[in-house]
């Protein structure tokens, strides 16, 4: 019953109430219904589970597996379903008691962020009435490109946008619904940015949830445009094939075209975006004997050379500022008061870079540790998003591969990238022109120009050198 009389929709609420009449005071539950037509408004309590973002880069997330089945007894802050973002696998809870009445979106199947992908009923006797619903909003998403209408008549096809007319009305019943606004997350971004009401608005989706394209309407926008084109994208849809770029390659005899993973999409879109930012890239040779040594030390204590140069690096940033540093907007710094190190580890079917965040005030033995478990994550997939989009700068280490040197791209949002190399042994002269061997390794830094300067990073290298060259401060 208390889930009846509390309306609260937390901002990282994955579901939002829904009633098809308007719902009534608290006190009303105790007064006898004027006639037999007011009972649904009591029992009728119908809530969507939506799509979260569960990264600030997520648009869409794909079903990894539905936890629970239509018909299950569902309990608040219970997970129910698996969802993949473009970086992890995340269990979505509920945040209502209920039943599973229906599963809009099917294992496999992907969907836009904020949109349905389940249907939460109160009580047994709301679960055919839910189930109409996510029958009657998924038949509309596709009716106007169901092959029954297309290969009616044009008639019928200005006839078939008559149900959702008549559809229509059943959304006015839902902004009346005192200190309840349902509407998608994007809706009401809009709103607060064009300053119109949300209250007052009658929303058009489904269920009678408030659209973009209402607020749009509302803040005089002129969204017609984009109503338009969902009627001609038949017609547009040739005009859209001429320009295939995969059509100027030739093609190649016997070869399978792959489509991205909802991660390697993000990496590729993460790479693209990179190519705005004017960056530059300065190589600086460490030797690593001290550090080689300090690591056969500490490495049966648990201790990886990742946390080593982690530590070394957080530690070189808190001297140079500037290089831990970000541009967002193209006209100002801001500089983190975090160092949080991103560190690129590969995993099947991507990339992702966990975050040891303050990694300056961590000791090398519980750094090491943190790094040990977010590993493990990152490969099992469980990351939460603070642990791998919080860094400011990021490592990437292919030495351990025997890589000499390489480039990285620099990710978008972070100032910096550093690219470490093997270490090998190298001759070198001295001053005095005497030759000996000394392990050396190279690494490259990626910076953003806008903000960080040459001199900022030549700095920044010596610093780090010094450390690596001296790692006995490492370890205090």
């Not at 607060?192 to 269920?207: A, C, E, N, R, S």
Request: some cysteine.
């Amino acid at each position: 019953m208390s889930s009846l009389l509390q309306s609260r929709t937390p901002s990282l609420s994955f579901s939002s109430s829904l009633c098809s009449t308007p719902v009534i005071r608290p006190s009303a539950f105790f007064l006898k219904p004027r006639s037999g037509s007011r009972i649904p408004v009591v029992r009728a309590k119908i809530r969507e589970i939506f799509m979260p973002a569960l990264s600030s880069t997520m648009t869409e997330g794909k079903i990894v597996s539905w936890i629970k089945s239509e018909g299950d007894v569902l309990s608040k802050g219970e997970s129910v379903v698996v969802v993949e973002s473009d970086k992890a696998d995340m269990d979505v809870e509920t945040f209502y008691d209920g039943i599973l009445a229906a599963i809009v979106v099917n294992e496999g199947e992907t969907a836009p962020v904020g949109t349905a992908i389940g249907i939460l009923a109160e009580t047994e006797d709301e679960i055919s009435e839910a189930k109409a619903k996510a029958t009657s909003q998924s038949s509309s998403a596709p009716s106007p490109s169901a092959p029954n209408v297309e290969e009616s008549s044009p008639a019928s096809k200005v006839d078939a946008p008559s149900p959702a007319v008549a559809a229509a009305p059943a959304p006015t019943s839902a902004p009346s619904t005192p200190g309840k606004v349902v509407a998608t997350p994007y809706a009401k971004k809009l709103a607060k940015q064009h300053k119109v009401d949300i209250g007052k608005l009658v929303g058009t989706g489904p269920f009678g949830r408030i659209t973009p394209e209402d607020v749009e309407k509302a803040a005089g926008i002129k969204p017609a445009p984009k109503s338009n084109v969902a009627v001609p994208a038949a017609s547009a849809a040739p005009a859209a094939v001429p320009p295939k770029a995969p059509a100027s390659f030739p093609e190649i005899p016997g070869s399978t075209v792959v489509p991205f993973t909802t991660m390697q999409a993000a990496v590729s879109k993460n790479m693209v975006e990179s190519l705005s930012v004017p960056t530059f890239r300065v190589g600086y040779p460490i030797a690593t004997d001290a550090l080689d040594a300090l690591y056969e030390k500490v490495k049966p204590k648990g201790v990886t050379m990742t946390a080593l140069l982690a530590k070394a690096t957080a530690m070189a940033l808190a001297q140079h500022p500037v290089v831990n540093a970000t541009c967002k907007d193209g006209k100002s710094f801001t500089y983190n008061s975090s160092i949080n190190i991103a560190v690129a580890v590969a995993i099947n079917g991507g990339l992702i870079t966990p975050v040891l965040q303050d990694a300056d005030k961590l000791d090398l033995y519980l750094l090491s540790q943190k790094w040990k478990e977010l590993v493990e994550k990152a490969r099992a997939k469980q990351l939460q998003p603070n642990e791998y989009n919080s860094g400011t700068f990021t490592l990437s280490n292919l030495g351990m591969f025997g890589v000499d040197r390489f480039d990285a791209i620099l990710p978008p949002g972070q100032g910096a990238i550093m690219a470490v190399g093997a270490s090998k042994p190298t001759v070198i002269a001295d001053k005095d022109g005497f030759f000996s061997v000394k392990n050396k390794m190279l690494v490259n830094v990626t910076a953003d120009h806008r903000i960080i300067y040459g001199a900022d990073l030549a700095a920044f290298l010596q610093t780090f050198s010094k450390i690596i060259e001296n790692p006995e401060s490492l370890t205090m």
